[in-house]
């Protein structure tokens, strides 16, 4: 090997560890989250982005949904700090394998669903009738103010959670013990020979997996459902609320998606594992050489473990994008000179 390859393996030997941390993901979510941050802060975007309205109806507007936008953002930063801590404490810290092994790819979907679950109830009790009626022809679903692209991609990420988990659950081996969180590779042309069992992402996983899913399906279905059926504070409120309750929708679905997204890149984290074992040495037989160990998926598994830590840094990004939103919004100094100037004509 020349000097000039040794640098290179040291290299990439060096990024295959980091991405191979799930907190180097969340890191280098940071980072890109606030590149975004500071491009959109630039004086045209900010001055695209203002609410509509004066300041009275925006600070109506405001105390009327504050208490589920800060729960959504409180929410971001418990899936991302449960989700680090159970990392950390399962890889160096105690051995969690025996209880709940589970856990370890439901953390975020769990925490995300009871987070929207609290929103929806938020959303529920805390409706009040309009102050003025407010008519409406348009019929508001749960699709009303949800962002399109959004739903389509939490659609795309429940979907393939749920193939993932029945695929690699058919694939698993199930031991004696009626435990399915195994994948058996046969050795070939040595029937003699029993086949290597490593540890896989199987039913033992799946199933709640896909039960903690639905449960969050449920539970941001519930969010958009109860953000588009209550009624508007009145009509001059309208069109800020709109705005309001789209924030709602699209950081409630930005939750569910980043939650299936870490489950997901979990599972496939395990399955690359799992599936790239190449070789067994038994003493004593072949002479000394190893025997080839090739899962017939092989080639799937590498690619999916290479896409899981985008999976991650595509999660946490959406997630620190809904924390930054916990900082309470000021009122615009425009709207606020707008009233002044009206106060005083009076």
Request: include cysteine; charged fraction near 15%; glycine fraction near 8%.
């Amino acid at each position: 090997m020349s000097q000039s390859e040794a640098p290179m393996f040291g290299l990439m030997d060096l990024v295959r560890a980091a991405f191979s941390l799930p907190l180097f993901s969340l890191f280098l979510a940071a980072v890109i989250v606030g590149a975004i941050l500071i491009f959109a802060s630039r004086p045209q975007l900010a001055l695209r982005q203002a609410q509509p309205g004066t300041a009275e109806v925006i600070r109506s507007v405001h105390a009327r949904y504050r208490v589920e936008r800060l729960v959504l953002a409180i929410t971001a930063i418990l899936v991302i700090v449960v989700f680090a801590v159970e990392n950390v404490l399962r890889g160096y810290v105690v051995n969690l394998g025996e209880l709940l092994p589970w856990w370890r790819f439901a953390t975020a979907i769990v925490v995300a669903a009871l987070g929207l679950g609290i929103v929806a109830a938020i959303e529920v009790r805390g409706v009040t009738p309009s102050e003025i009626p407010v008519v409406s022809g348009a019929r508001r679903t749960w699709t009303s103010f949800g962002p399109r692209v959004g739903l389509i991609g939490g659609v795309v990420a429940l979907v393939a959670i749920v193939a993932t988990s029945i695929a690699a659950g058919l694939a698993a081996y199930v031991d004696s013990r009626g435990d399915s969180a195994w994948l058996e590779i046969p050795i070939p042309n040595e029937e003699a020979i029993d086949p290597v069992r490593v540890h896989f992402y199987g039913w033992t996983y799946g199933v709640p997996v896909l039960i903690c899913a639905a449960l969050l399906a449920a539970a941001v279905w519930g969010v958009l459902h109860a953000n588009a059926s209550r009624p508007y504070i009145r009509p001059e409120t309208v069109a800020a609320e709109r705005d309001a309750r789209r924030g709602v929708a699209r950081d409630a679905v930005r939750i569910a998606t980043a939650g299936m997204l870490l489950g997901l890149a979990g599972a496939w984290r395990l399955i690359a594992s799992a599936g790239t074992t190449s070789g067994l040495v038994i003493d004593g037989k072949n002479d000394g050489a190893p025997y080839e160990v090739i899962w017939r998926y092989a080639e799937l598994a590498t690619a999916v473990g290479w896409a899981a830590p985008a999976l991650e840094v595509l999660a946490f990004a959406l997630l620190v994008l809904v924390a930054v939103r916990l900082r309470v919004p000021q009122v615009p100094a425009e709207a606020e000179a707008a009233v002044a100037d009206v106060e005083v004509a009076r």
